[in-house]
């Protein structure tokens, strides 16, 4: 593992950092900035953000982040300079000036292993590893990487932790571990699934889809790249993520052969708006993958054109390595055409941008391809390809072996770190057990107290239910007593009030032989009034027959009779509507008691809260269920504001209590309603479909 910096760079940088690390300890500035206050941190926090805004100049972020540096260093809590120092030195990484990097990093680590901040000590190793990537130093990319996913396994963080071995994956599989590469991939997918992390699920299977295709597996390849696209549509900020997808799927169906079908792919790819504007290296890339695959068919009309514009492109923005691909392309469309000089030029540019960006993957083909443009000199392009295979093959297998030994090393620090947790829990075991011990007493004891009071209100409850079911009872035979007087007086006015006046009636028809004039006036009149009065006894004879006939129901007169006085006490002017198909007395005590106590407790909230003038009461049934409705003009509250009272709160407890539900909708000068859903029985209903209404006072 070494570092890419020059050596008089390193000396002069760090000599400058200690130099400001002692000008910070300067007694006079340390006095200044002894007790950190709120806008110390916040000038801090503000240095760092503008340093890693990549919107502005790089003159002007290296000036804040020196400036959040020298007042980072001053602060007095290790663990705040730990976490200072660990974003400035990701704002150098993000600047790419690696000497800045190295020296904070350094710094960020040692105080972060100072006070023990585990995450933030992943963070620094995550950060060290980023920086070993840039400079393409896999083996020390990987340890650092590895360390700290292992710091984020720990801590349980899983999001993290899969992020992680993502990265190791892709570092494996730049240096061709393909199997290890796909290891740690489906291990991190393990790890984000079940977090719905969409993005790096999207990574996971792309890099999967990348594997499968190198190792000529096209088939599962296509399957993993379809399987990113399904995790990428789930994704709100996509990029241009699903042009490189379907690039990558145009890669492999080029590797099966399937030409017509790459170039299918890399159509839909080119046809996004902006692409080139956006990403010209990728542009290139596509068009440059496009022009080849139509050579491939033989195609060749406008085919140089393009090759040469993706050339054109990568050579404006210095992209040697895609030179290095553009040069091959064109070197197999001229010896194609048996342009062998043509062929010659652009195969010598390729293999020579080929090694300026150790791009050893295109070198390889190009000194494959070198002999048949240049025969001539064939023995020394495949003695080179040898020579060049055989290394790459060698330093892969030592990669491989440094990447197993980072692993072992890894799991031996991790197995003493378990020794020493295991005995920290043994510790923690028993000092966890006697509390449990104390705490069970604490339990039992307050689970007999609870025991008592529940004992207690259910006896409360059962003698609530047999005093409504007493009065109830009372009620009935009140009622009784009404029909019968009512039968009785019925009787009384048929069989002897009408009979007699039917007696009278006659005698009167007897008299009327009496021929003079007078007589005759008078017993017209008295014979017609005693026939309205016959008819009018008829009439009264027989609506109190049919009164004594009608059903009464009880529970149904309870609450009239509650509703009555709650007029007469509040001057409240109630409607009661109820439905008379329903055999209210078949419903059990339980029910019928909190029925009449919800209906109770919703008067009291309107006659002491609502504050209104009028007030409906509705009994409805539907499939099964029983639908209690208060609806009131009042005043009205702001229910997300308003605090449930005692009296809301009864209702709750006595809803669940039954099995049902409750809602309350309520505005501000508009009213307030409450809708109560209980659950009865069918047997209590019989078929009819007449409902009555009644308006109190």
């Given at each position: 593992?070494?570092?890419?910096?020059?050596?008089?760079?390193?000396k002069?940088?760090?000599?400058?950092?200690?130099?400001?690390?002692?000008?910070?300890?300067?007694?006079?500035?340390?006095?200044?900035?002894s007790?950190?206050?709120?806008?110390?941190?916040?000038?801090?926090?503000?240095?760092?953000?503008?340093?890693?805004?990549?919107y502005l100049?790089?003159?002007?972020r290296?000036k804040?982040?020196?400036?959040?540096?020298?007042?980072?260093?001053n602060?007095?809590?290790?663990s705040?300079?730990?976490?200072?120092?660990?974003?400035?030195s990701?704002?150098y990484?993000?600047?790419k000036?690696?000497a800045?990097?190295?020296?904070?990093?350094?710094?960020?680590?040692?105080?972060s292993?100072?006070t023990?901040?585990?995450?933030?000590?992943?963070?620094n190793?995550?950060?060290?590893?980023?920086?070993?990537?840039?400079?393409?130093?896999?083996?020390?990319?990987?340890?650092?990487?590895?360390?700290?996913?292992?710091?984020?396994?720990?801590?349980?963080?899983?999001?993290?932790?899969?992020?992680?071995l993502?990265?190791?994956a892709?570092?494996?599989?730049?240096?061709?571990?393909?199997?290890g590469?796909?290891?740690?991939?489906i291990k991190?997918?393990?790890?984000?699934?079940?977090?719905e992390?969409?993005?790096?699920?999207?990574?996971c299977?792309n890099n999967?889809?990348?594997?499968?295709?190198?190792?000529?597996?096209y088939?599962?390849a296509?399957?993993?790249?379809?399987?990113?696209?399904?995790?990428?549509?789930?994704?709100?900020?996509?990029g241009h993520?699903?042009?490189?997808?379907?690039n990558?799927?145009g890669?492999?169906?080029?590797?099966?052969?399937q030409?017509?079908n790459?170039?299918a792919?890399?159509?839909?790819?080119?046809?996004?708006?902006?692409?080139r504007?956006?990403?010209?290296?990728?542009?290139?890339?596509?068009?440059?993958?496009?022009?080849?695959?139509?050579?491939?068919?033989?195609?060749?009309?406008?085919?140089?054109t393009?090759?040469?514009?993706?050339?054109?492109i990568?050579?404006?923005?210095a992209?040697?390595?895609?030179?290095?691909?553009?040069?091959?392309?064109?070197?197999?469309?001229?010896?194609?055409k048996?342009?062998?000089l043509?062929?010659?030029?652009?195969?010598?540019?390729a293999?020579?941008?080929?090694?300026?960006?150790?791009?050893?993957?295109?070198?390889?083909?190009?000194l494959?391809?070198?002999?048949?443009?240049?025969?001539?000199?064939?023995?020394?392009?495949?003695?080179?390809?040898?020579?060049l295979?055989?290394?790459?093959?060698?330093?892969e297998r030592?990669?491989?072996?440094?990447?197993?030994?980072?692993?072992?090393?890894?799991?031996?620090?991790?197995?003493?770190n378990?020794?020493?947790?295991?005995?920290?829990?043994?510790?923690?075991?028993?000092?966890l057990?006697?509390?449990?011990?104390?705490?069970?007493?604490?339990?039992?004891i307050?689970?007999?107290?609870k025991?008592?009071?529940l004992?207690?209100?259910?006896?409360?409850?059962?003698?609530?239910?047999?005093?409504f079911?007493?009065?109830?009872a009372?009620s009935?035979?009140?009622?009784?007593?009404k029909?019968?007087?009512q039968k009785?007086v019925?009787?009384?006015?048929?069989d002897g009030?009408?009979?007699?006046?039917?007696?009278?009636?006659?005698?009167?028809?007897?008299?009327?032989?009496?021929?003079?004039?007078?007589?005759?006036?008078?017993?017209?009149?008295?014979?017609k009034?005693?026939?309205?009065?016959?008819?009018?006894?008829r009439?009264?004879?027989?609506?109190?027959?049919?009164?004594?006939?009608?059903?009464i129901h009880?529970?149904?007169?309870s609450?009239?009779d509650?509703?009555?006085?709650?007029?007469v006490?509040?001057?409240?002017?109630?409607?009661?509507?109820?439905?008379?198909?329903?055999d209210?007395?078949q419903?059990?005590?339980?029910?019928?008691?909190n029925?009449?106590?919800?209906?109770?407790?919703?008067?009291q909230?309107?006659?002491?809260?609502?504050?209104?003038?009028?007030?409906?009461?509705?009994?409805?049934?539907?499939?099964?269920?029983?639908?209690i409705?208060?609806?009131?003009?009042?005043?009205?509250?702001d229910?997300?504001?308003?605090?449930?009272?005692?009296g809301?709160?009864?209702?709750?407890?006595?809803?669940?209590?039954?099995?049902g539900?409750?809602?309350?909708k309520?505005?501000?000068?508009?009213?307030t309603k409450?809708?109560?859903?209980?659950?009865i029985?069918?047997?209590?209903m019989?078929?009819?479909?007449?409902?009555?209404?009644?308006v109190?006072?």
């Amino acid at each position: 593992m070494t570092d890419p910096t020059k050596p008089t760079t390193r000396k002069s940088v760090s000599f400058l950092l200690v130099f400001l690390f002692f000008l910070g300890c300067n007694p006079a500035v340390k006095d200044k900035d002894s007790t950190p206050n709120q806008a110390v941190l916040d000038s801090i926090s503000q240095w760092v953000a503008t340093g890693k805004n990549s919107y502005l100049t790089k003159k002007a972020r290296e000036k804040n982040l020196e400036k959040a540096y020298r007042s980072a260093v001053n602060l007095q809590s290790d663990s705040l300079k730990a976490r200072y120092l660990s974003e400035i030195s990701l704002g150098y990484l993000r600047l790419k000036d690696s000497a800045f990097f190295r020296t904070t990093n350094n710094m960020a680590l040692e105080w972060s292993e100072k006070t023990r901040d585990s995450n933030s000590i992943a963070n620094n190793h995550w950060d060290l590893a980023s920086f070993f990537k840039q400079h393409t130093e896999e083996d020390s990319a990987y340890y650092h990487y590895s360390k700290a996913q292992k710091i984020y396994s720990a801590l349980k963080d899983d999001y993290h932790s899969g992020r992680m071995l993502y990265s190791m994956a892709i570092v494996q599989s730049d240096i061709k571990d393909y199997t290890g590469s796909e290891i740690s991939t489906i291990k991190a997918i393990e790890l984000l699934k079940p977090l719905e992390k969409y993005k790096q699920l999207y990574n996971c299977y792309n890099n999967l889809g990348t594997l499968s295709n190198a190792l000529k597996e096209y088939d599962r390849a296509l399957a993993y790249h379809n399987q990113a696209l399904s995790y990428l549509k789930k994704v709100k900020k996509k990029g241009h993520l699903e042009q490189v997808t379907e690039n990558n799927i145009g890669i492999v169906y080029e590797g099966l052969g399937q030409h017509q079908n790459a170039i299918a792919q890399f159509k839909m790819v080119l046809a996004s708006e902006d692409l080139r504007k956006n990403d010209p290296r990728f542009y290139a890339k596509v068009l440059d993958n496009l022009a080849y695959n139509r050579f491939k068919l033989k195609d060749t009309l406008q085919v140089e054109t393009q090759l040469n514009t993706a050339l054109q492109i990568r050579d404006s923005l210095a992209d040697q390595s895609g030179k290095a691909v553009s040069h091959y392309n064109l070197a197999e469309y001229f010896l194609f055409k048996k342009d062998t000089l043509s062929a010659l030029k652009h195969a010598q540019e390729a293999k020579g941008f080929a090694l300026e960006s150790s791009n050893n993957k295109r070198l390889l083909k190009t000194l494959e391809l070198l002999p048949r443009v240049d025969p001539k000199n064939a023995v020394t392009y495949t003695q080179e390809y040898m020579a060049l295979n055989d290394s790459l093959l060698h330093e892969e297998r030592q990669n491989r072996n440094k990447f197993e030994r980072i692993r072992f090393e890894t799991d031996e620090v991790i197995e003493k770190n378990q020794l020493l947790a295991r005995q920290k829990q043994l510790f923690l075991g028993i000092a966890l057990g006697i509390f449990l011990l104390g705490v069970a007493v604490l339990v039992i004891i307050s689970q007999r107290i609870k025991n008592q009071r529940l004992k207690f209100k259910q006896r409360q409850q059962e003698t609530d239910r047999e005093i409504f079911n007493l009065m109830l009872a009372q009620s009935g035979k009140i009622e009784e007593g009404k029909q019968l007087e009512q039968k009785r007086v019925s009787q009384e006015l048929h069989d002897g009030i009408l009979g007699q006046m039917l007696g009278i009636r006659l005698v009167l028809s007897g008299l009327n032989n009496r021929t003079d004039e007078k007589a005759m006036v008078q017993r017209g009149e008295l014979i017609k009034k005693l026939q309205d009065v016959e008819e009018e006894v008829r009439t009264i004879s027989h609506e109190l027959n049919d009164a004594s006939y009608e059903k009464i129901h009880n529970f149904i007169h309870s609450i009239q009779d509650l509703i009555s006085t709650y007029e007469v006490s509040t001057g409240i002017k109630c409607q009661f509507d109820y439905d008379s198909a329903m055999d209210w007395d078949q419903l059990n005590g339980e029910l019928k008691i909190n029925i009449y106590r919800i209906v109770q407790e919703s008067l009291q909230n309107g006659a002491k809260h609502a504050r209104c003038k009028n007030l409906s009461i509705h009994f409805k049934r539907s499939d099964g269920n029983l639908q209690i409705v208060v609806e009131d003009d009042g005043q009205g509250f702001d229910v997300r504001k308003g605090k449930a009272g005692i009296g809301l709160k009864n209702i709750d407890s006595r809803t669940k209590k039954m099995g049902g539900s409750w809602t309350i909708k309520s505005k501000i000068g508009i009213g307030t309603k409450l809708a109560v859903q209980l659950p009865i029985k069918k047997e209590s209903m019989k078929v009819d479909h007449n409902s009555k209404s009644q308006v109190m006072g």
